[in-house]
């Protein structure tokens, strides 16, 4: 047998879900972006980091979830390998269906309750309205560790953001001033403009 078939035979759904509860990583990263409805992205993956000498079964789990990446964790660590399934769509269709059925038990249940809701209350695009999109930032900050390794304060990202709907409401009632007044000149315009038959009559 060999190694790829052995790994293959390791990895049951137990097996699997234990390894999760001592090595993977739920994470939702808040950075900004200028392009994002209120300045800021939300970004959920789930990881897991193993020596490259692990290589073999971060693909055997690649293999079971069906989805993922595997890359160097960073160039200061080339040692380390990232097995990663990034993007909600994923998250949602492939990690927790098998994490909902084979739970983790430690500490780390508590971050995976909060990294699911977020995934479930983005898919409902709660974070489509400045009030969805605080609490699940507020959710996120509460994750590992209460956020203390995170580069953006929690009290910048909701000011930032409140302060990108402000400025968004008053560019909206600007346009539609623009726009009102535009439609008033348009009509003065056309009132003013002598018909066909005043023209004849003119003549």
């Not at 995934?119 to 709660?126: D, G, P, S, V």
């Not at 605080?134 to 990202?157: D, H, T």
Request: net charge neutral.
């Amino acid at each position: 047998m060999n190694g790829d078939n052995q790994q293959e035979r390791l990895l049951t759904p137990d097996y699997l879900a234990g390894f999760i509860d001592g090595e993977g990583c739920f994470s939702v990263s808040i950075h900004p972006n200028p392009n994002a409805k209120w300045g800021w992205l939300i970004d959920p993956d789930f990881t897991i980091n193993q020596h490259r000498q692990s290589r073999e079964l971060l693909e055997s789990i690649q293999r079971f979830f069906g989805c993922g990446k595997i890359y160097e964790k960073s160039p200061n660590k080339s040692n380390v390998l990232t097995f990663t399934v990034y993007g909600r769509k994923m998250i949602l269709e492939k990690v927790i269906p098998f994490l909902d059925s084979h739970p983790v038990i430690s500490n780390k249940r508590h971050d995976y309750a909060k990294f699911r809701d977020i995934i479930l209350r983005m898919t409902n695009k709660e974070h489509h309205t400045l009030e969805g999109f605080q609490s699940i930032v507020r959710i996120a900050f509460c994750m590992n560790a209460q956020g203390k390794q995170r580069k953006y304060k929690l009290e910048e990202v909701l000011a930032s953001s409140s302060e990108t709907a402000r400025q968004a409401s008053r560019l909206q009632g600007e346009t539609k001033i623009q726009s009102e007044l535009s439609s008033d000149v348009e009509s003065c315009s056309e009132m003013q403009q002598p018909t066909l038959i005043e023209k004849v009559k003119s003549a």
